[in-house]
């Protein structure tokens, strides 16, 4: 994996690396001087995380579920359907969409460091960077799915996907059943971040549950 450059990484000498360590600075002195408050910062930082940036991601599933054109399109050439929809920028510029089915299921992972689709997952989540999510995700995919709760019978062949900075992975979960007729943005609105990493399947909507 020699051709696993990448450009986020913070390297000494690197310009992320000097940008991180002037972030952090500028981070302790603000909170130091009582002109920021760190639990609000961390808010920030879980909204790109969770909310804002996957439902980039959750519109481009949400379309491909309602719109079988698209759909091919994107399986065809993800980088050019998600741009199709307004989403493209660094560290989406050589996207791959993965199709899960009934009998394969996508895990993606970055082994060397944190390579994510930024534009349409926004920040990779802590667990993503983290040492044993990387090798464990290679070593034993199947005990790391059922950590995060999916059970896959043996019948399912589970693939997994190294990102690297030449290739970023979107998985494309399954919509569900009982799904039909619903909206694409209500469609949208089920799809996770994880599972367009593929550490979760997309579940139904709640019966009678809040909308
Ligand atoms: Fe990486």
Redesign the pocket.
């Known amino acids: 994996m020699s051709d ?1 450059h ?1 450009d ?2 913070s390297e000494p000498g690197s310009p992320l690396a000097e940008t991180d360590l002037r972030v952090r600075a500028l981070e302790s002195l603000l909170v130091e001087k009582g002109l920021v408050d760190p639990a609000a910062l961390d808010a920030v930082i879980d909204t790109y995380e969770t909310k804002v940036g996957p439902r980039n991601g959750a519109r481009v599933v949400a379309r491909a579920w309602v719109d079988p054109a698209f759909r091919a399109r994107l399986l065809a050439d993800a980088t050019a359907a998600i741009a199709e929809l307004g989403y493209m920028g660094r560290q989406g510029e050589d996207m791959v969409a993965l199709e899960n089915t009934p009998k394969v299921h996508n895990l993606v992972v ?7 689709p930024w534009p349409v997952l926004g920040l990779p989540p802590v667990w993503y960077k983290s040492a044993p999510y990387r090798s464990r995700a290679v070593l034993d995919p199947r005990g790391v799915l059922r950590e995060f709760g999916v059970e896959l019978g043996d019948d399912v062949e589970v693939r997994v996907w190294d ?3 030449e290739m970023r992975y979107l998985v494309l979960p399954e919509r569900p059943a009982g799904t039909e007729g619903m909206s694409e943005e209500a469609l949208a609105q089920l799809v996770t971040r994880d599972s367009m990493i593929g550490v979760a399947k997309v579940t139904p909507p709640a019966r009678g549950g809040p909308r």
Do not use: E, M, P
């Open positions: 696993h990448h986020h990484a970055c082994t060397l460091c944190s390579c994510y990102s690297t900075s």
